[in-house]
């Protein structure tokens, strides 16, 4: 380090606790004297190092992270606001050798980027932010997307011709200029290692891309990346309500590419009707938290997904580790099953069982606040005689047909169901006790006038009772039933009120 005494460039050699342990002339003039000091305090003004205090990438750990001997990158530092610093790390035994080149961002074209570019080692474009079209690629990224046959005609392209060259993993990306913030680092996996992607607007010309490889280094690193990739489960991680890595089986289960949801809102896959409510339970969360919620797939489709997030510090910020569990054909089953528990399955209307439920909650309702409802209890007359004479298949069709007649003339808030066989149930919120014979008899009147084909006309019995305080499920049914015998034994085709 002694011959650089001299050196155009700040040299400036940092041990492992980031402690400044030398400088060179230049780099006194630059950042003052500064050894004994740490050097995220002196670049940037942080109390800890600055990977853990914001979105910026330490040269030093990434130097460690790709486990090679030199590193390039272009930063800019609060110690130097209006100047571009491009910055080589070097080890020298347990010393990192930092090599600051500064240069005016005033003073700076695009010739000067091209050939800072070419020494970087992560892959970046720059596009023209007005233009929209790719003005350099450097060797970096050429070599890591192998577009050494076509890097010449992707020059002053558009960016949609340069995205159509990038792999599957990463299309889409160059497409989110506005939707991605600046300094922001998302993660992609591409072949054998790890991609870490961020973009910069310069001057509000240019849009420049980063694309840092980031190899496995050990075993362990290798059975975590295959481990994700092959993963069943769907694994991502949010910030900020953006995806910052998605798996595959992310990628998949949302109908898209993982290059897609780099970036893009969680919000954009969340279901419309479902998104206050899992906004809400996001930002009241501080732990784990499990979701069945329903998502929205790039092409359109609903599906039901089981999500567990867990809130962890990343990068100095507090974000989300997520799994998501494709369970579409699982609702679907418990849909199937539940209709099958509550629905009467010939005429698609409520079955006995689902009918008491909704008898015993208003029951409730009319103890606690004192509501009015009448049960209206009927059944078709000499169906028997209709079976007898017709076939069931007849009987059937005609009591699907009754059903369609019923429905038409019935309120929103009466809920219909079938008892049993031929007989019928109708629950009915009123306010006046009259109320409940003029349904009875719009029902019984639009029966009779109705042709139920081979059949004919048929006709209905009914019987109704009136909620009493202290009445039970067993005591109305007992005196609508007793009303509906009542109708029946006196002539039928009548409605009768029980007293």
């Known amino acids: ?22 400088q060179n002339d230049t780099a006194v003039k630059e950042y003052g004297k500064a050894e004994g000091k740490k050097c995220y305090a002196v670049f940037n003004h942080f109390d800890r190092p600055c990977y853990k205090a914001t979105q910026y990438t330490c040269p030093i750990k990434i130097l460690e992270d790709i486990n090679s001997d030199t590193y390039t990158g272009v930063y800019t530092l609060s110690a130097k606001p209006s100047k571009y610093v491009v910055i080589t790390v070097e080890r020298d035994g347990d010393i990192f050798v930092q090599k600051h080149r500064i240069l005016d961002r005033q003073q700076l074209d695009l010739i000067d980027f091209r050939k800072i570019f070419n020494f970087l080692s992560e892959g970046l474009v720059l596009i023209d932010k007005k233009q929209n079209k790719v003005k350099f690629l450097n060797e970096s990224f050429i070599k890591i997307f192998n577009l050494e046959a076509e890097a010449g005609r992707l020059i002053d392209a558009d960016v949609k011709t340069l995205n159509g060259k990038l792999p599957a993993e990463m299309e889409g990306i160059l497409l989110k200029e506005g939707e991605i913030p600046d300094n ?32 496995e280094t050990d075993l362990s690193d290798e059975i975590f990346r295959v481990l994700l990739e092959m993963s069943p489960v769907g694994i991502f991680l949010q910030c900020g309500g953006r995806f910052m890595y998605a798996n595959p089986t992310l990628a998949s289960i949302l109908q898209t590419n993982a290059g897609e949801l780099i970036g893009a809102s969680i919000f954009n896959y969340i279901h419309p009707e479902d998104r206050k409510k899992v906004r809400e339970l996001v930002r009241n969360s501080k732990g784990k938290l499990k979701l069945i919620v329903r998502v929205l797939t790039a092409k359109g489709e609903t599906k039901w997904a089981e999500i567990i997030l867990d809130t962890i510090n990343f990068k100095g910020k507090e974000c989300n580790i997520g799994s998501c569990v494709d369970i579409t054909e699982m609702k679907e089953l418990e849909d199937n099953l539940r209709r099958l528990a509550t629905i009467d399955q010939l005429t698609g209307i409520y079955n006995r069982y689902s ?11 009319a103890e606690r606040y004192g509501t009015r409802f009448a049960l209206i209890m009927f059944d078709v007359d000499n169906f028997k005689q209709i079976n007898d ?5 007849i009987g059937d069709r005609v009591l699907k047909e009754l059903v369609k007649v019923v429905k038409s003339n019935i309120r929103k808030s009466d809920i219909f169901a079938r008892w049993g066989g031929e007989e019928f149930m109708i629950l009915a919120p009123i306010k006046r006790e009259e109320d409940a014979y003029k ?8 029966i ?34 007793a009303a509906l015998y009542e109708a029946k034994k006196t002539g039928k085709n009548k409605t009768i009120t029980a007293v």
């Open 1 to 22: 380090m002694a011959s650089q005494k001299n050196s155009s460039f700040a040299v400036i050699g940092i041990d492992r606790d980031y402690t400044i342990v030398h």
């Open 184 to 215: 922001q680092e998302f993660i992609s996996h591409y072949r054998d290692k790890y991609l870490v992607v961020k973009k910069i607007t310069i001057e509000d010309k240019y849009v420049l891309w980063s694309f840092e490889e980031k190899k």
């Open 355 to 365: 009918f008491e439920k909704f008898l015993e909650e208003e029951i409730n309702r």
């Open 389 to 393: 004479t017709y076939g069931h298949q």
């Open 439 to 446: 349904i009875a008899e719009k029902i019984r009147k639009k």
């Open 448 to 481: 009779e006038s109705y042709h139920f084909d081979p059949v004919g006309r048929i006709t209905v019995s009914l019987g109704i009772s009136f909620y009493r305080k202290g009445d039970t499920i067993k005591s109305l049914v007992r005196r609508a039933d």
